[in-house]
């Protein structure tokens, strides 16, 4: 079975093999907890390149509707979750408002899933947290579209380095973190990556992050995430203070 797909740019191509998917799930001849067949055979089933196919395929890894498993393939799982990601997703919040509040929740939960990472990684860990990284890092980010990749390439660094904690709650509740996180960088990406600087920066702090886990380091696998988060909202403040509300109490001020 061959399923023709008309396309003219990467991202729709992206987006419509994500839609092919998940009708595919949600009509046959996948089912819930299935394996898909491998990359070269879906890639000939959707009729599409590899290298699109995979990209699709990161990001519904990414929003928690598919599962790779280290030396088995890649599996559906539920679409519904908890409800906790569509929940997520249709959050009414003012924009300045979402983003100090997504910053605290995800110092609450991200930093101490990184020193929990760095004690429990494996080898694959790394091979995915440093192929997404030098994905990152070569993604353009001249035009809107290669500022979202640029975006949605980071999101999915901060989310391997929770799911290498290799906590099945927390890989749950990671998905739907996933989502603030996407949501976030569609709000303020585009904004840091035009600040003197700052893509080098998180460059470095990224590859920091993804060294002290390799080195298996908690402590500064945990303080360089930590610094990176305060560090955006810092700058943020600062440059563009619009984008973020001053909350009182925030967590990043208290003795932890």
Not at 88 to 110: G, H, N, T, W
Not at 179 to 197: F, Q, T
């Amino acid at each position: 079975m061959k399923i023709g797909i008309p396309f003219e740019k990467k991202e729709s191509k992206k987006k419509i093999v994500q839609d092919k998917l998940r009708e595919l799930v949600s009509s046959g001849p996948f089912n819930e907890g299935d394996k898909l067949p491998s990359e070269r055979e879906l890639a000939q089933m959707l009729n599409v390149s590899r290298n699109v196919l995979r990209e699709a395929v990161i990001s519904m890894v990414a929003e928690g509707s598919l599962e790779v498993r280290e030396r088995q393939g890649t599996f559906i799982k539920s679409l519904d979750s908890f409800g906790m990601h569509d929940s997520l997703k249709s959050l009414q919040m003012l924009p300045a408002d979402f983003v100090s509040y997504q910053l605290e929740v995800r110092l609450i939960i991200e930093v101490p899933a990184a020193k929990i990472a760095a004690m429990r990684r494996t080898d694959n860990d790394i091979r995915k947290l440093r192929e997404c990284y030098e994905s990152f890092i070569a993604c353009p980010y001249v035009t809107p579209e290669e500022q979202a990749q640029n975006g949605k390439w980071e999101a999915l660094l901060h989310h391997l380095v929770t799911e290498s904690a290799h906590n099945p709650i927390l890989s749950r509740l990671n998905e739907s973190i996933n989502s603030l996180v996407e949501r976030n960088n569609i709000l303020v990406h585009p904004d840091m990556l035009m600040e003197k600087g700052w893509i080098e920066l998180i460059k470095s702090r990224h590859a920091a992050i993804i060294r002290a886990i390799e080195e298996k380091n908690p402590e500064e696998a945990g303080e360089t995430l930590k610094t990176h988060l305060l560090e955006t909202a810092e700058v943020m403040r600062r440059t563009h203070p619009e984008l973020i509300t001053d909350i009182p109490s925030p967590y990043w001020k208290m003795n932890n």
